[in-house]
């Protein structure tokens, strides 16, 4: 059995995820398994760390005169000290040949983060590893001026993240601090960005969706029932206690030609992605400090999409060919999503360790279905980002419209009927909401935490556009009168939803982006031991997941149209509240994970979830 170096109850340093900082933590429990530490922060955040990344108190060298218990204005010498070594200085380095160099280059700049941050050197500052996370004294109005553009603020944000994870400075100073470090801290993240960062497999307990057997269910299962919906709404009487209609047999369901049509269809939001439009931005950091780059075009994609569109009905091509062949199209589509998450396992396991998701555990069939790779690209193509907001996003937009000039024809009108106006509308709004704020998916948890595999792959590729389109699927064969009256409650509702989703959604990113904009100076926050802080105020004081309230709203606003005959065009409301409970939880259990303590004191200030007094 291999032997542990730390004993129970030892008091270590550890090393925070994700970054090159070590703090005091107690040593709870081992798992000779997994090799896994069980650790406690003194913020009472418990995580698991692998052994290389312990070490005991003692390896820890001190600057001369012991600048751990420093304080804040001796603090600032020792920052200044720090930034004659780096790359702004290049002497050292030049005396060096060029492996020794980088070698040694690493060593220092490893050796001068876990020194010149411990956490001693912030007790001073009644920092939240030393006090219990988010105390009432802690909650604070957050009105600190703002004094840098946004763009500086942003290249320093995220990248000074070692440097303020445990700094509760005057904002005024912080910021200042951040700039000048920023440059310091990139080079100080490269550097250790060449260390191998191990992804931790995660635990049979860990496991999410009910684990193996859970997402052998929902991979065979989501198609099936896909399919049985679909069919169901053709029938002239959907209701669910008719039996359901037997599925076709795959040849019968199978058309080369539809599959060509949405090769095609991919194919041109490809090029439109790849189009040289629109910014450049970087995505959150990765584990080991990388920051991806990613063109901000989607909105763009979608007014070309549009142009063609609109350039195709009036050189009169048969869109109705869509509707006639759903069934198909919906086949073509998956097929399409099931090769392509095969070629994203099989190249996964070619991927270096540091690309893996954390969601990501080991087991095959699991890892199949929650995606291995966090970020497959291909070249600068980034796969899951572009899947999660162009084929299906926009095609969704696409068979809406198909529904409605479907709806026209079957039922022989000259215009569209009011529930079909609505929920095109609605959705639209949805949709180009998406794409005008692109830069938000960045802060998701799909493209943060989840892989790319069956999951996103099916559900941005075949779901979202044969699914969210169900209303307007559904209108086409069952017609509802809305009456004005009727329309505007919907219209008001629907408004409602997106005020709270986009407020909420806004809200925080332009929190993430710069805590210290003016705008949200109003605004009480949490501080985290992990130097980002929580809203407490406005939305995020409201319920602990506004946006999926909003969301929420929105989707009932988007089912009323069709009227109360039937329950299945409100399958997607119904599906909607299950996946954002489920995410909500899992969501929970990251941010616990992540913030401990300040967690725990937010759940306190904002005890519901989603729905007020209720959930
Ligand atoms: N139409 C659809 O099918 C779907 C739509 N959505 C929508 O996508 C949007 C994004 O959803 P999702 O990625 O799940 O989650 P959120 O956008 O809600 O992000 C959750 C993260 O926000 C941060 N956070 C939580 N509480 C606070 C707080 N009080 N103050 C500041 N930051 C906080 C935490 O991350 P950190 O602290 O690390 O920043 C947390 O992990 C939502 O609007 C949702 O409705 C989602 C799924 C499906
Ligand atoms: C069926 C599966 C088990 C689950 C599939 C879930 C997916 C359909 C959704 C997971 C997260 C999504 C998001 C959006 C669409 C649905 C999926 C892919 C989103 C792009 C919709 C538009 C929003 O404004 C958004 C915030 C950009 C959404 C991001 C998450």
Redesign the pocket.
Known sequence: MPSRRFADGEVVRGRWPGSSLYYEVEILSHDSTSQLYTVKYKDGTELELKENDIKPLTSFRQRKGGSTSSSPSRRRGSRSRSRSRSPGRPPKSARRSASASHQADIKEARREVEVKLTPLILKPFGNSISRYNGEPEHIERNDAPHKNTQEKFNLSQESSYIATQYSLRPRKEEVKLKEIDSKEEKYVAKELAVRTFEVTPIRAKDLEFGGVPGVFLIMFGLPVFLFLLLLMCKQKDPSLLNFPPPLPALYELWETRVFGVYLLWFLIQVLFYLLPIGKVVEGTPLIDGRRLKYRLNGFYAFILTSAVIGTSLFQGVEFHYVYSHFLQFALAATVFCVVLSVYLYVRSLKAPRNDLSPASSGNAVYDFFIGRELNPRIGTFDLKYFCELRPGLIGWVVVNLVMLLAEMKIQDRAVPSLAMILVNSFQLLYVVDALWNEEALL????IIHDGFGFMLAFGDLVW?PFI?SFQAFYLVSHPNEVSWPMASLIIVLKLCGYVI?RG??SQ?NA??KNPSDPKLAHLKTIHTSTG?????SGW?GFV??P??L??LIMALAWSLPCGFNHILPYFYIIY?TM??VH?EAR?EY??KK??GVAWEK?RQRVPYRIFPYIY
């Open positions: 802060t998701t948890m799909d979202v969210y989703f909420a959604n925080k929190f993430r980002k802080n929580l809203l407490v995020w602990r997941h946006n999926y909003g969301d909607f996946l954002l995410r969501d990251h941010c992540k913030y937010y």
